[in-house]
């Protein structure tokens, strides 16, 4: 039994934040290579996660000749190298650079922008995003102003669906119905009215906005920025915007959504010549077999919410593909065990972890639950998701299993070394269908 007690703010921590403001952005990249417990770790951004069937392929390569063997999948559509040998940098970069994943050197660890992952796919939304995509990426690393942005800070392309303008991103642009776009700074609920064609220049606007105002206080993200600099920022960008000639209109509000949803797993609606298919990816690793399956398919859009989605398969081979997705292990329709779990990498790969989370995830897998499940080897949860979620947290006496909605956390008792009360405890807290 779960024994409830109070709520509580969830405090949570990702890796370099304690010493972020003396040493300067410690996250990993393409070309700065981090080191982890398991190898080198290398983290390529994917702007909106998009990847064509060649880039997928070098990204292959690079996880088979230097890691090891696994792409991992990270909460902003990124992709992770793990295991890395030390001395691989300089072959990396040339093989990354060859694929058309390295624009622009100095930037590389700034292109972190995601975008609702089905926009133009299947007739829903306000917006086709991917116009926005390249030319916000353009944008990006044609400004010698934004490679001092941290390589934490989020941009967010939303088609209007609202399933990533609920991620928090630092800066979210929003497709409307009449046309526009919203440009969202921060966390609240007040959105600046752009036309839709502005909203990339007014995105890097309101982000080298961000870096002027963060200069004295050293802030990563908006949300880092003291109160009353937070409060100024977004009047700060409509006077930059109105200066660049840029039409804006403001006070509109327009609530963040509190949950964001992942596709469905399966065929994705829509009239088109050309199949789609939505894959759930297991705690987001994929192994080889697994990664040249997707990437033999056409174009890769990664996901936030560790899947991926297929797009351009030729309706003669949709049937044979989507079957040997899921014989290889991946999600391909509803009622999987393994949708809404995740974990953090935990052990062996992480120091700071308390267990091997994924091994501790997989041991409990049971019937799919109502609520997601996020298993964190430490306090730091890194990768957490958003919105309401069962919080699963290693300490020194066991796993704390918790409740999160709205940012608050209703604690249970910690179940102590006892593998088949933990997935029991765990099944109760996600409300499991039978």
């Known amino acids: 039994m779960l024994a409830a007690m109070s709520a509580s ?12 403001r003396s040493s300067g952005d410690a996250c990993p990249g393409a070309l700065r290579l981090h080191r982890a417990d398991d190898g080198a770790l290398a983290r390529i951004r994917i702007p909106g996660g998009v990847l064509t069937p060649r880039q997928a392929e070098a990204l292959g390569q690079a996880a088979e000749r230097f890691g090891d063997g696994e792409l991992h999948l990270t909460s902003r559509g990124n992709v992770q190298l793990r295991g890395l040998t030390p001395d691989c940098g300089a ?32 007739g829903l939304g306000s917006t086709d995003v991917r116009p926005w995509l390249t030319e916000l990426d353009r944008l990006l690393c044609g400004s010698d102003n934004t490679t001092a942005l941290s390589g934490r800070f989020l941009f967010a392309l939303d088609d209007g669906r609202g399933d990533v303008d609920a991620l928090g991103a630092d800066l979210t642009l929003r497709g409307h119905d009449d046309g526009c776009a919203l440009l969202r700074v921060g966390d609240g609920d007040a959105v600046l009215r752009v036309p839709s064609a502005d909203g990339p220049p007014a995105a890097l606007t309101a982000a080298e906005a961000f870096l002027d105002s963060a200069r004295d206080s050293g802030a990563w ?41 992942p ?9 088109r010549a050309e199949a789609a298919f939505s894959v759930g990816v297991p705690l987001g690793r994929l192994d080889l077999t697994q990664w040249r399956l997707l990437s033999s398919a056409g ?4 996901t936030p919410w560790r899947g991926v989605v297929l797009t351009g398969i030729g309706p003669d081979r949709a049937d044979s593909l989507l079957e040997g997705l899921s014989e290889a292990g991946l999600i391909t329709g509803p009622g999987s065990p393994w949708a809404g779990v995740g974990a953090c990498i935990g052990r062996p790969g992480c120091a700071k972890s308390l267990a091997d989370v ?7 897998v049971g019937p799919a639950g109502r609520l997601p499940v996020y298993w964190s080897g430490c306090e730091r949860r890194c990768g957490h998701p958003r919105g309401e979620w069962i919080d699963v947290v290693a300490t020194p006496g066991g796993h704390r299993i918790s409740h999160v909605r709205e940012g608050r956390a209703t604690e249970a008792a910690t179940v102590r070394d006892d593998p088949a009360a933990l997935a029991d405890a765990v099944a109760a807290a996600r409300g499991t269908h039978t």
């Not at 920025?225 to 409509?238: Q, R």
């Not at 596709?263 to 009239?271: F, K, L």
């Not at 994924?358 to 409990?364: L, Q």
């Open 299 to 302: 174009e890769l859009r990664l």
């Open 358 to 364: 994924r091994a501790d995830a997989g041991a409990a």
């Open 221 to 261: 993200r908006v949300r880092d920025l003291p109160d009353d600099t937070a409060a100024a920022l977004p009047a700060e960008v409509v006077r930059r915007l109105r200066q660049a000639g840029i039409a804006v209109t403001t006070g509109t509000a327009h609530p963040r959504p509190l949950e964001a949803l």
């Open 91 to 122: 072959e990396l970069a040339g093989l990354l650079d060859t694929a058309g994943l390295l624009p622009s050197e100095r930037h590389e660890r700034v292109r972190n922008v995601v975008a609702s992952p089905l926009s133009g796919l299947d």
């Open 9 to 20: 703010p969830l405090t949570t921590s990702s890796p370099g934040d304690a010493c972020a």
């Open 263 to 271: 596709p469905a797993p399966g065929p994705v609606p829509g009239d």
